[in-house]
């Protein structure tokens, strides 16, 4: 079975606070994503990363960063965290090598993170 | 710009009533429909999937209908449980040169009354 990990379940932060959050997966996937999901919204894509130390941006990339320096391991910065970032956050990873190239996605249980 | 849009935003069914959820996209492009079930304090996961070149994919109780002219599939739930209650995503993707997207609905909170 595929386990994607997530390092908090739930986070409160200070406005202006640095803040990491981490993912790992361990199935070798080459794909890792990170979400917001916030109700009515659906989940929106921040950033996702296909190889080691490759990033592209997804929709709502603003107020973020990521990193990926080993391949099973994606993290996801807020470099000053706001109010508005207040949200719950989904790590994913998929391989595009597997499944005729249908990439499912494979989700971790998700970080509630709350700004003060 | 929301490039899937989902309804309902929430719904009640009895068990073993049918549960319909629908949803409609504007990229053509797309070539790729998964519906995904997420379970309160869990990630979701994948339920079922349908490329465009079929209009309907069944798997136990679980159908995707697929409307391609309309730009329109849904999800169809026969004989629905309380153990279905929870909320279903369905979304939209293309390969792209690096890694497939998913664009995500909104979501449908569905419960199922005993």
């Known amino acids: 079975d595929v386990k994607v990990t997530q390092s908090s379940r739930y986070l409160v932060k200070r406005t202006g606070e640095k803040v990491f959050l981490e993912c790992v997966q361990d199935?070798?996937?080459?794909?890792m994503f990170w979400y917001r999901q916030d109700p009515g919204l659906g989940l929106r894509l921040i950033y996702f990363?296909?190889?080691?130390?490759?990033?592209e941006k997804g929709d709502i990339p603003e107020g973020y960063s990521v990193s990926r320096e080993k391949k099973e391991r994606f993290s996801l910065i807020l470099e000053s965290a706001s109010t508005n970032q207040t949200s719950m956050y989904l790590c994913?990873?998929?391989?595009?090598?597997?499944?005729?190239?249908?990439?499912?996605?494979?989700f971790g249980p998700g970080t509630r993170l709350t700004v003060l | 710009q929301q490039q899937v849009k989902q309804s309902p935003q929430s719904l009640i069914v009895q068990k073993g009533g049918i549960s319909i959820i629908n949803c409609a996209y504007e990229?053509?492009?797309?070539?790729?429909f998964p519906w995904y079930q997420q379970f309160p304090g869990k990630g979701p996961a994948l339920l079922i999937a349908?490329?465009?070149?079929?209009s309907e994919k069944k798997e136990g109780r679980f159908t995707i209908s697929f409307n391609k002219s309309a730009k329109q599939f849904s999800l169809h739930i026969m004989d629905s449980q309380p153990g279905d209650s929870a909320t279903y995503f369905c979304?939209?993707?293309?390969?792209?040169?690096?890694?497939?997207?998913?664009?995500f609905g909104s979501g449908t909170q569905l419960t199922v009354l005993p």
């Open positions: 990363s296909y190889d080691v130390k490759m990033k």
């Open positions: 349908i490329r465009p070149d079929v």
């Open positions: 199935m070798d996937h080459e794909n």
């Open positions: 990229n053509t492009a797309f070539d790729y």
């Open positions: 979304a939209a993707s293309l390969s792209s040169g690096s890694a497939r997207q998913l664009t």
């Open positions: 994913a990873s998929s391989s595009t090598r597997l499944a005729g190239g249908a990439d499912t996605q494979y």
